[in-house]
C-alpha cells in the first residue's frame, strides 16, 4: 500500500522559504506510471493545486505561484520536496502531498494523499 | 484557469436520502473530472475519477455522470459516514483546478 508522509517546519518567518519534504513507502518514487505533487489549503477554504513533478525532474507549477515554487525530487531518499520563496500569511494552510496515477495522457486524479502538514507563516 | 463552480455549497439532508451535487467547468474538461470526499482534519480521498469511475473500495452508492461542462456526483440511500465535504477537481488542463466545495450536513 502506497504511503505518502509529510515533514518540515510547522512554522516559517514572513519572507522567508517554506521548505516540506515528502517520503514515498510501499511503492517506487521511480515509477513511470506516477506523478509526484503538493496541493494546499489554507484553514477553512478550498484546496489549491501547486505543481507537480515526474521521477525524471519534469515539473509542472501553478501560474499563481510559478514564480516562488520549486518541486524536486530525490529518487535516491524516495522523496521529494516543495520550497516555497517570500512567504506571508497568505501561504499559511495544510500542505498535502499526492500521487497523480500517470495515465496515457499526463498526471491524472490523485489517488493517494499525505495527511497533510500545517505550515503557518507568522513572525 | 478553468474555473470549477460546484452548487450547492450546503445540502442538508437525512440518512437514506438520495442527494446529487453539481459541479460545471468553464470550459469543455471533456470526461477529466475527480470527486473526492473530506472529513475534517483528513485528507481528502479520492471517490470518482474520469467522470463515472468508481475508485476501488468505494462504496458504489456513489455514482458520477456527465461530461464536456456539467458533471454530478450522487450519493444514493446517504449512509451516517457520508456527510463530509466534496470537491470536484478537473485535470484537463494545468493548473489543475478543484470546486469550492460542497458541506453536505445532517438535516
Known amino acids: 500500500q502506497l504511503q505518502l508522509q509529510e515533514s518540515g517546519p510547522g512554522l516559517v518567518k514572513p519572507s522567508e522559504t517554506l521548505s516540506l519534504t515528502c517520503t514515498v513507502s510501499g511503492g517506487s518514487i521511480s515509477s513511470s506510471s506516477s506523478y509526484w505533487g503538493w496541493i494546499r489549503q489554507p484553514p477553512g477554504k478550498g484546496l489549491e ?74 513572525s | 484557469d478553468i474555473q470549477m463552480t460546484q452548487s450547492p455549497s450546503t445540502l442538508s439532508a437525512s440518512v437514506g436520502d438520495r442527494v446529487t451535487i453539481t459541479c460545471r467547468a468553464s470550459q469543455s474538461i471533456s470526461s477529466w473530472l475527480a470527486w473526492y470526499q473530506q472529513k475534517p482534519g483528513k485528507a481528502p480521498k479520492l471517490l470518482i475519477y474520469k467522470a463515472s469511475n468508481l475508485e476501488s473500495g468505494v462504496p458504489s452508492r456513489f455514482s458520477g455522470s456527465g461530461s464536456g461542462t456539467e458533471f454530478t456526483l450522487t450519493i444514493f440511500s446517504l449512509q451516517p459516514d457520508d456527510f463530509a465535504t466534496y470537491y470536484c477537481q478537473q485535470y484537463n488542463t494545468y493548473p489543475y483546478t478543484f470546486g469550492r466545495g460542497t458541506k453536505l450536513e445532517i438535516k
Do not use: E, M
Request: charged share 10%; net charge positive.
Open chain 1, 49 to 122: 493545486w501547486i505543481g507537480n513533478i515526474f521521477y525524471s525532474g519534469t515539473t509542472s507549477y501553478n501560474p499563481s505561484l510559478k514564480s516562488r515554487v520549486t518541486i524536486s525530487v530525490d529518487t535516491s531518499k524516495s522523496q521529494f520536496s516543495l520550497k516555497l520563496s517570500s512567504v506571508t500569511a497568505a501561504d499559511t494552510a495544510v500542505y498535502f502531498c499526492a500521487r497523480h496515477p500517470g495515465v496515457p495522457r499526463g498526471p491524472g486524479w490523485v489517488d493517494y494523499w499525505g495527511q497533510g502538514t500545517l505550515v503557518t507563516v507568522s
